[in-house]
């Protein structure tokens, strides 16, 4: 069963990322705070539930929620400041984002910069502890799917709509035949090093 609180504050926000380990796409980030009454026994990590079912829980964990915010980070900023500062820094722009501001934030995952002067924890696995890590957990799989679904119309022959921009061995087949778009991570190795090409840049 997850937990609602872990703070003693009253506003307490949940926050995570999906995408982190992709070659092309954003990173996306969401916050959610949630109300104290909050119950959804179906909600867990977003890894664990089909996509079906985060599909059917996005729409009712925005309706209860006091407020939420997403945030894409593009590969070009990725590429810039790395993917994990690109990770936290989504995470914060939804926290700044998030009206009433937070007292206190949770984040899933093991690091963290604060965000102005709210204090924070970091929990491991925490999307599987906490129903607001899991609610956040949830609105940035289910945006990111959808956006990298859109993209797919763009550049059909990477099957993002499928793979979503992960590493599969389709994935980059289709970056070893065609070369990487304006989507993909230059900063990170899109081919294994027996499959390297020159991209020309």
């Known amino acids: 069963m997850l937990l609602l609180k872990h703070s003693e504050y009253q506003i307490e926000t949940g926050t995570d990322e999906a995408g982190r380990g992709c070659l092309a796409g954003p990173v996306t980030a969401a916050a959610v705070i949630l109300p104290d009454d909050f119950e959804m026994d179906e909600l867990n990590d977003s890894k664990l539930l089909t996509e079906k079912t985060r599909k059917r829980l996005r729409p009712i964990i925005e309706k209860k929620a006091i407020c939420y915010h997403v945030v894409h980070l593009e590969p070009v900023i990725i590429d810039e400041i790395n993917i994990l500062n690109a990770s936290i820094r989504a995470m ?17 995952g093991n690091r963290f910069k604060p965000v102005e002067d709210i204090p924070h924890s970091c929990i491991i696995k925490g999307d599987g502890k906490y129903l607001s890590i899991a609610a956040a957990s949830v609105l940035a799989k289910t945006y990111r799917d959808e956006y990298m679904e859109r993209i797919h119309e763009e550049y059909p022959m990477y099957n993002w709509k499928k793979n979503k921009g992960y590493p599969t061995k389709e994935h980059r087949e289709a970056i070893r035949k065609y070369g990487p778009t304006k989507y993909h991570r230059m900063s990170f190795q899109l081919l294994p090093s027996q499959l390297e090409m020159d991209f020309g840049l």
């Not at 939804?94 to 501001?101: Q, W």
């Open 92 to 108: 914060q722009q939804c926290i700044t984002a998030l009206t009433p501001r937070p007292e206190y934030i949770i984040v899933d």
